[in-house]
């Protein structure tokens, strides 16, 4: 027994592959071989070899490196010499006998003859294809403009091809970028080719990642910087990014500023209509996600067909947005960046108000037309205003000026640290933002009202490579909101400037006094409050709230490959905890209002006037009000994940358990202090041939608390097909130019238990101390007693999506120019609704909540986007266009068959479409306001005004026009 490492110099670096102690045997050529694998390595099938014949080999580990995996080898019993002939036919190496051992070594390379230039003005060409230094088989050599010339790659990937002088080649493979090479004076030219990025790129999909080239679902992903625009919020920046989302901003408030978002629309009337937003696999609140920086986020995925979304069971059937935060790299030294922007914000509309004589004037033309009798407004009046003659005998006040400022300035400051080594990765960010209001602010008071919210967002991520087979990360989200404001909401600001007029009294007399306190604000006696109208600017100033909100989202995630059972196995394990808390204070005083009661000219051409205080004297000290909320929650998700590609095969597969749970920090009641817990298994299993044929199957397996047993679990299946007709070579041979062409289409349900926030319905509420009951021996007495507040319904269920998807995805000219285009339909059945407003009282329902599954809405639309890239070394540009069309129709609604006035219905309808009444024309005189319905809509009618179609009359015979009369009209309040 010897060594055969001993046999051989050390600088040669030998390699006994096997074993390390063999023993010499003789060699037969006459012993037989059987070898028959789609794919096997080189090492693999001397293995094999050596197990059926005792043989031993010898080979450099250098020549190891040259060698190529096998594909399709079948041998069937074949003597040994030829065996190892077949295997080495195509590889850089060959073999011979050394005392009873194989010994492998390097192919001698034969210099290829010079090439020749042809008679007829054509060259020969010669060279090869590689990527990364392994020859490439089957690379498609032609000639531009002229695609019938044109060859292949052999096993070595050697080409030799005639073609034109001067001419241009083009070098095609797929899953590679082409090259376009000009002969020139060339004669031999050897390419390397690279993998085409936009093909091998990875995207995000629910649990887990796949390749762009793989996915059938409808999903929409872009790069984060596209989202780094001058905003406080994220949500903002999504509006025109992503089709399929349709984003509104419906206030400019700081801190309730950030974009209400739907993806493809609305297509439930009850309950939520929020997608699901995941950060690093955990669910977040839309405010969560407005807190985030652009720079903390590796990926950015919007899921919007049921293949995408239905491993999610219960959550995913609004869509889901999934983003992923970065992580540690491998880097020499930290990489630093660093953001400070500065904005000025100003309102994009400002409503338009008539002066003080202008209005007096239209007010008292109105009021003399229609005869009301109302006191009009004196010309004495009219005439002091025009001529401005004192500011508070005759104000001419500008209320929304006066409140609010022109501009304000926002700032912004972000810094990110990202670093690491082989080992540990590290990333951290931290971002400091800082919006203010256009409130002004009032010199009296020592507290400033305007709206002004500071915020703090922080990520820290560390990644640990345990051992090359086991990683663990640790995020840390943490996100600080303090927000201070007017003691009176920003709506009712505006409220009570649109609802002010400019001439009845000025915003304060002359300041005599000390502090706020003996401050004499202006108003009128005969309204509503303190019977006085309101000040808008008074209740404005007279108090400030502040609230402080914190929130900390803490995730760790594991994962441990397990190739010792098979490769392509791996385990991972996710938990997390959420936590938020949220402190309220609020201080308002009461202010006391004046009128003038007389007033005079003195002799210094000015007024005098006495002050009379409108109703009752208001406590001015400061009242406090507090308030804490808050809740927490537990998610953990272990998942086994498998993914492994054979030859021209590629598989994968995915099974996750999910559970939660979620309490109140500090419940109100019984039902709320119970937790709120779902739990759920996901599965999922992909296959690919080729990369051209494709097909998914997913499922989600639901539980929810809000359902009886037997109802309380849900299976929501989903399918998708995917065929990339770009990859078929009778294509390329016919469309050079498309370098991308993929069809797919996908069907599926997705389930919703976001009913509407209520809970348990399939329990009875019964309230003890309940409504006020009258007995037969006292009908003037009531008495208090057992009141049903819901009745039970076991068989409520989920709210089902069934959604189809049809799609193309199109990538011109090496996929500089792509377009995504989606044609879709989403059924949503057994939509929750409230039954009691259609059930007749005699049931005893009355004031009791009956639920059921009783609506259907149809959701279809299209969306699509353009992009246009070019990169070049030192610079890059790219252009995106993104459209989106979605339209629902109500099928079925809570409206029994007998109801009376069908106008009402909103079948038919979109969700949320406003009533109105059907104008017929202006009225021309009293005598035809006397022959015409009566019109009940709460003003006086006379000549001029609006004549309303009567839609009733041949339903109820009343002759009048009230909110029966109305129909379904517009647009509706939500796209």
Not at 472 to 500: C, E, T, W
Not at 602 to 624: I, K, R
Not at 952 to 960: A, E, R, S
């Amino acid at each position: 027994m010897r060594y055969i490492g001993s046999l051989c110099n050390r600088s040669t670096k030998v390699a006994v592959l096997l074993t390390a102690f063999i023993f010499l045997t003789h060699v037969s050529s006459a012993q037989n071989v059987t070898l028959k694998h789609k794919q096997i390595t080189l090492s693999e099938a001397f293995q094999e070899i050596r197990k059926q014949t005792n043989v031993d080999f010898i080979i450099k580990t250098s020549q190891l490196d040259k060698v190529r995996p096998i594909q399709n080898i079948d041998i069937q019993n074949k003597p040994l010499k030829q065996a190892l002939e077949k295997l080495l036919e195509h590889q850089p190496l060959v073999f011979t006998i050394d005392n009873g051992i194989i010994v492998i070594s390097d192919r001698e390379k034969k210099t290829p003859l010079a090439p020749t230039v042809q008679k007829n003005g054509k060259v020969e060409i010669v060279g090869t294809v590689k990527n990364d230094g392994n020859n490439l088989y089957g690379v498609s050599v032609k000639v531009k403009d002229s695609p019938s010339i044109g060859t292949t790659t052999d096993g070595n990937g050697r080409y030799i091809l005639v073609v034109p002088a001067n001419s241009t080649l083009i070098f095609s493979y797929v899953g590679y970028a082409n090259q376009e090479i000009a002969i020139a004076d060339k004669r031999r030219i050897d390419v390397q080719l690279s993998p085409d990025q936009s093909l091998s790129e990875v995207v995000v999909v629910g649990y887990g990642t796949q390749k762009k080239t793989s996915v059938v679902g409808a999903l929409e992903s872009v790069k984060p910087e596209t989202l780094r625009i001058p905003t406080a919020n994220l949500s903002n920046a999504l509006g025109g990014r992503l089709s399929g989302v349709i984003a509104v901003q419906r206030s400019g408030e700081p801190g309730a500023d950030g974009a209400s978002f739907f993806i493809r629309g609305v297509s439930t009337f009850s309950g939520a209509t929020n997608p699901l937003i995941l950060l690093d696999g955990v669910a977040i609140s839309k405010g969560d996600l407005d807190a985030l920086a652009p720079e903390v986020i590796e990926s950015f995925s919007v899921l919007k067909d049921a293949t995408a979304t239905a491993v999610f069971g219960t959550r995913g059937a609004n869509g889901v947005l999934i983003i992923t935060t970065k992580t540690g790299k491998d880097l020499n030294k930290p990489r630093i960046s660093a953001r400070a922007q500065s904005q000025i914000s100003r309102p994009t509309s400002i409503p338009k108000f008539v002066d003080g004589v202008s209005y007096m004037e239209m007010f008292n033309e109105a009021v003399t037309g229609r005869g009301t009798g109302e006191i009009l407004y004196s010309q004495d009046k009219i005439n002091g205003t025009r001529l401005g003659l004192d500011p508070y005998v005759y104000p001419n006040v500008d209320w929304y000026n006066e409140m609010f400022k022109s501009r304000t300035i926002n700032n912004e400051l972000n810094l990110n640290v990202q670093g690491g080594g082989s080992k540990i990765g590290y990333f951290l960010s931290a971002t400091g933002n800082i919006s203010n209001g256009l409130l002004r602010k009032f010199d009296l008071n020592s507290f400033d009202n305007n709206v002004s919210v500071k915020r703090y967002s922080f990520q820290n991520n560390i990644n640990v490579n345990l051992t090359s087979t086991t990683k663990i990360a640790l995020k840390l989200n943490a996100q600080l909101r303090d927000y201070y404001g007017a003691g009176v909401d920003a709506p009712s600001v505006f409220g009570d400037i649109m609802n002010a007029n400019p001439v009845d009294f000025p915003i304060m007399f002359p300041f005599t006094g000390i502090d706020r306190r003996d401050v004499q604000y202006g108003g009128k006696a005969g309204g509503t409050v303190n019977n006085g109208f309101i000040n808008p600017f008074a209740r404005m100033v007279n108090g400030y709230q502040n609230g402080f909100q914190s929130t900390l989202l803490t995730t760790i995630d594991g994962a441990q490959k397990l190739d010792f059972i098979t490769k392509g196995l791996e385990f991972k394990a996710l938990v997390s905890f959420k936590n938020w808390s949220n402190t309220t204070t609020k201080r308002t005083s009461g202010y006391n209002q004046y009128m003038i009661n007389s007033y005079a000219p003195d002799p210094a051409g000015g007024y005098t006037y006495d002050l009379v205080m409108v109703g009752q004297p208001q406590n001015l000290s400061l009242g406090t009000e507090t308030g804490t909320s808050g809740d927490r929650e537990i998610y953990f998700q272990p998942s086994i994940e498998y993914n492994r590609t054979f030859g021209n095969h590629t598989v994968s597969g995915l099974f996750l358990y999910n559970t939660t749970d979620f309490n109140v920090n500090n419940p109100a009641d019984l039902i709320s202090s119970l937790p709120r817990r779902r739990q759920g298994i996901t599965g999922r299993a992909t296959y690919g041939f080729a990369n051209k044929y494709l097909a998914e199957v997913n499922f989600g397996y639901n539980g929810s608390e809000n359902f009886a047993t037997g109802s309380r679990f849900g299976f929501f299946p989903s399918v998708g097909l995917g065929y990339v007709l770009s990859n078929e070579k009778f294509f390329t041979d016919l469309f050079p130019a498309v370098s991308n062409l993929k069809i797919r289409g996908s069907w599926g349900k997705v389930g919703n238990d976001q009913i509407g926030g209520g809970r348990f319905p399939y329990l009875s509420d019964l309230k003890l101390d309940g409504a006020s009951f009258t007995t037969g021996i006292d009908q003037n007495t009531t008495y208090t007693g057992p009141t049903y507040l819901q009745f039970a319904n076991p068989m409520i269920s989920w709210e089902v999506a069934e959604k189809k998807n049809i799609g193309v995805d199109l990538g011109i000219l090496n996929n500089k120019f792509n377009i995504v285009f989606d044609l879709y339909q989403e059924d949503r059945t057994n939509i929750f609704v409230d039954r009691s407003a259609t059930i007749p009282n005699v049931f005893g329902t009355a004031g009791t909540k009956v639920y059921g599954n009783v609506g259907e809405v149809r959701n279809r639309g299209f969306d699509f986007s353009l992009e246009w890239n070019k990169s070049e070394k030192d610079w890059g540009i790219s252009m995106r266009g993104t459209f989106t069309y979605a339209h629902n129709t109500v099928l079925k609604n809570n409206e029994p068959a007998f109801t009376k006035y069908r106008n009402l219905s909103q079948i038919g309808y979109s969700i949320g479409t406003n009533l109105g009444y059907l104008a017929e024309r202006l009225f021309i005189d009293q005598a035809e306001i006397d022959n015409s319905p009566l019109q009940q809509l709460g003003g006086f009618v006379a000549p001029g005004d609006i004549k309303y179609k009567d839609l009733t009359n041949d339903i109820d015979g009343l002759n009048l026009i009230n909110s029966d009369d109305r129909v379904r009209m517009g647009y509706p309040t939500t796209p």
